[in-house]
């Protein structure tokens, strides 16, 4: 078992370098080259989601991916440390947590759009969103 680990800060830019490192990785994994734009486009939305956790938190902790190439299986988990309180807790705040959890649906629902396996966990230490995707194995061709 194959594993890269990245971890940044929390800033905007960084999100594109997350993208093409796991689009390189899933390649060289054997991910089908017709998926590599979904790997690409999941982990983006997975990291910018990170971030913005981050950012609106004022959480200075890197986040972090790691990727792991497996037998016949590629997965990409990207994990943040901003904490969630548990379902209706600060449910009576200002007008910007419904927006912030508005967002997070709709980012959590591109991500499910492109992804069939994901697996996304929150607690009070942070959260990660843990995505898969099948391998091929190389095509070797004989004399």
């Known amino acids: 078992m194959a594993t890269v680990e990245l971890r940044f800060s929390a800033l905007p830019e960084h999100v594109r370098t997350a993208r093409l490192v796991a689009a390189a990785v899933a390649r060289r994994a054997g991910v089908d ?6 790997v690409r486009l999941a982990v ?8 913005g956790l981050h950012q609106s ?4 902790e890197p986040v972090w991916v790691t990727l792991t190439e497996e037998e016949k299986l590629f997965s990409i988990e990207v994990g943040d440390e901003a904490p969630r309180s548990s379902p209706g807790e600060g449910a009576s705040g ?7 959890a508005e967002e ?8 499910s759009g492109l992804v069939d396996d994901v ?3 929150t607690g009070e230490n942070g959260g990660s ?4 995707w099948p391998t ?4 070797t061709l004989v004399p």
């Open 94 to 100: 200002g007008g910007d947590v419904d927006v912030d």
């Open 44 to 51: 983006g939305e997975a990291c910018s989601r990170a971030v």
């Open 129 to 132: 969103i843990r995505m898969s």
């Open 33 to 38: 080259e017709a998926v590599l734009d979904e």
């Open 119 to 121: 697996e996304v966990t």
């Open 136 to 139: 091929v194995p190389p095509v």
């Open 104 to 111: 997070d649906e709709m980012g959590l629902a591109v991500i």
């Open 57 to 60: 938190g004022g959480i200075s």
